[in-house]
């Protein structure tokens, strides 16, 4: 590895032979261009091993891994924060882009880094197509849905970030696929260890100052830090809940990127949880409304 300038990563924290099939068909791709590898949260899938690079076996065939966990989190001086609890593995979804300073402290000498998610389909035989559309770009952040936000933006992770962005642009991006440059990856682990430390002496105690959310995170710091951006266009990343069973998108080959591609249990567990969400939410507004009533 490293003989190349931009380095693949594929993450997750499960593994099964959906998983294991895309991340193949990703490594066969574009091998003159990219080097690959399956990057693993090992405190979830727990392996016998400890935090670096493997060779391992999935269902028959070899897979080139790196393996983090929360020691080498520990290690790099990361907090392991959200605004849900300090349970790493929600620290993880919280912060994604702790997996590019995992990825570059151990595959330090490439010049690009593309971040993708154990979620997405990539509709055709190859992922070639997608990227030859971003090989020649030059721009330290490449993301999907890149946006300014307004000032009376109601996306909920813009509030209680007083403590360190008052005044300051804020921007917003989604995180299925990303890429960033090595200068800007070296940028953004410093200014998270920075605001760790300032969210340590000023903020932990408080329940109204929150943590900053990744897809918030990296493009604010990015462009207000000088750095360069562009956007993967929506002509090339659909983003929705995708069932395979029902919207057989693979019969007609687009080589378009898919997020979320979710497995039929997860997707019946989240039609649960949003159904029981509608059903809270009814009964608080008609015990609203009720009390309004009594109180005319």
């Not at 998610?117 to 035989?125: A, M």
């Not at 015990?287 to 309004?292: G, T, V």
Request: aromatic fraction near 18%; hydrophobic fraction near 35%.
């Amino acid at each position: 590895m490293e003989n190349k300038k931009s380095l693949i990563f594929f993450c997750t924290h499960i593994i099964n032979k959906a998983i294991i099939s895309e991340y193949k068909k990703l490594e066969s791709s574009y091998p003159e261009k990219f080097d690959t590898i399956l990057v693993i949260d090992n405190e979830t899938t727990k392996f016998d091993y400890d935090y670096g690079i493997y060779n391992l076996n999935f269902f028959g065939q070899t897979v080139k891994c790196l393996l983090f966990d929360k020691k080498l989190n520990d290690y790099l001086c990361l907090d392991c924060k959200s605004v849900k609890d300090d349970k790493f593995a929600t620290a993880m979804w919280y912060n994604s882009d702790y997996r590019y300073y995992y990825v570059k402290f151990l595959l330090p000498n490439y010049e690009y880094y593309w971040y993708l998610e154990y979620d997405v389909f990539c509709n055709g035989k190859t992922y070639k197509p997608f990227l030859e559309k971003y090989d020649n770009k030059k721009e330290d952040l490449l993301i999907p849905h890149f946006r300014k936000l307004k000032e009376n933006d109601d996306w909920c992770w813009i509030d209680g970030l007083d403590w360190i962005y008052k005044g300051k642009e804020l921007y917003g991006f989604f995180f299925p696929v990303s890429r960033l440059s090595s200068k800007a990856i070296d940028f953004l682990y410093e200014r998270r260890k920075e605001h760790g430390q300032i969210y340590k002496n000023n903020c932990a105690k408080s329940t109204k100052r929150k943590w900053i959310f990744c897809e918030l995170f990296v493009p604010t710091e990015i462009i207000n830090g000088g750095f360069t951006a562009d956007k993967i266009e929506e002509e090339n990343i659909r983003q929705q809940v995708f069932d395979l069973n029902i919207e057989r998108i693979f019969e007609k080959q687009d080589y378009k990127i898919y997020h979320p591609v979710k497995e039929i249990k997860q997707m019946e567990k989240d039609k649960v949880v949003t159904l029981y969400e509608k059903i809270k939410n009814f009964i608080c507004n008609k015990f609203a409304s009720f009390r309004m009533k009594i109180k005319e």
